[in-house]
């Protein structure tokens, strides 16, 4: 006769408005289209720092994570594509997956990364090169929005590039720039040792605020302010691209929109081609600012962050 073992697994959980805590649950079942990856490596993002505050489009209980890597049962390592899409849908077959009617994430509307094993649908998982660390698998999901976001900006030649918060995403959009031949690139966050690291990552100059005329600013942050600033920097004619989620409030002058023929721009998630893209490109970029950190250290660095902490700029969780 069968009996029933009841399988249990660490994960950090969210639990409550701005409460995340470390619980045994039960290990995840395995759907027949789906393959259980044991999680190496776990991004925390912007995105759950604010969703934790302010839950809304995240709600508790949820194991969240949706940056993260690890190893099938049959020994491969693979990344996670967290945007789970119909495919059948009239944007996905314009080829705008990310934007699909159905679209659902993990980590935000099923089981996430912040946990020693989770189920994913097999359609999910992207093979990693030999040898890549897992501090570089970790980081392909956010090296994909930066994929993303540069190529619906349509950046022309020899842009300025401003980049307004020197978080994960903006310190990937400094190094991007950077490859793809902008002219300048400049980059604003009022922590000190962010714009440090922009510098050290190629920014020209990086300091508290933007200064200069730009053709493109990227507004990794996403409050009323650094939208406002981001579009006031820009030469007429110019694009600003909004990434940051920090607020719903546009705190922009339209009026000055209209007469200056700026584009405002949003810039979500990407593409499997994009994702594919930058399993490629994870392994070549200075990714010497992320730290790794035990699942058991998560909560009190999810919360350092939550509360405003800005060290580290990438923490990974090592289930
Ligand atoms: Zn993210
Ligand atoms: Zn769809």
């Given at each position: ?16 408005p701005s409460v995340v805590e470390l619980h045994d649950i039960d290990e995840p079942s395995v759907k027949p289209d789906e393959i259980l990856v044991e999680v190496a ?255 058991a250290d998560g909560a009190r660095v999810f919360t350092d962050l939550m509360n405003g902490g800005t060290e580290p700029v990438k923490a990974l969780l090592t289930p």
């Amino acid at each position: 006769m069968p009996c029933y073992i009841r399988r249990v697994m660490k994960a950090l959980v969210f639990t409550a408005p701005s409460v995340v805590e470390l619980h045994d649950i039960d290990e995840p079942s395995v759907k027949p289209d789906e393959i259980l990856v044991e999680v190496a490596a776990a991004g925390i993002c912007g995105s759950e720092l604010h969703g934790v505050r302010t839950p809304g489009f995240r709600t508790p209980p949820l194991v969240m994570g949706h940056e993260f890597a690890g190893t099938t049962p049959d020994g491969r390592r693979v990344a996670v594509n967290p945007i789970v899409s119909c495919g059948r849908c009239d944007l996905c077959v314009r080829g705008h997956r990310q934007l699909c009617r159905g679209r659902a994430l993990i980590g935000v509307h099923r089981p996430g990364g912040f946990a020693e094993r989770v189920a994913v649908p097999v359609s999910a998982v992207h093979a990693l090169p030999d040898g890549m660390p897992w501090t570089a698998a970790g980081l392909i999901e956010p090296i994909a929005y930066a994929v993303h976001t540069w190529n619906v900006s349509q950046i022309p030649e020899g842009a300025r590039v401003g980049v307004v918060g020197c978080g994960t995403i903006g310190l990937l959009c400094v190094q991007f720039a950077r490859r793809r031949g902008a002219v300048s690139v400049v980059a604003a966050d009022v922590s000190d040792r962010r714009a440090a690291i922009a510098s050290r990552l190629g920014a020209d100059s990086a300091g508290p605020s933007l200064r200069g005329e730009f053709d493109v600013v990227f507004d990794a942050v996403g409050l009323p302010v650094t939208r406002a600033d981001a579009l006031a920097r820009l030469v007429p004619g110019g694009t600003a691209v909004a990434l940051g989620l920090a607020s719903a409030d546009p705190g922009f002058d339209a009026a000055d929109l209209v007469r200056t023929e700026k584009r405002l721009i949003g810039s979500f998630g990407y593409t499997p081609a994009e994702f594919a893209t930058a399993v490629d490109l994870a392994a070549e970029w200075d990714l010497s600012w992320v730290n790794t950190f035990p699942l058991a250290d998560g909560a009190r660095v999810f919360t350092d962050l939550m509360n405003g902490g800005t060290e580290p700029v990438k923490a990974l969780l090592t289930p």
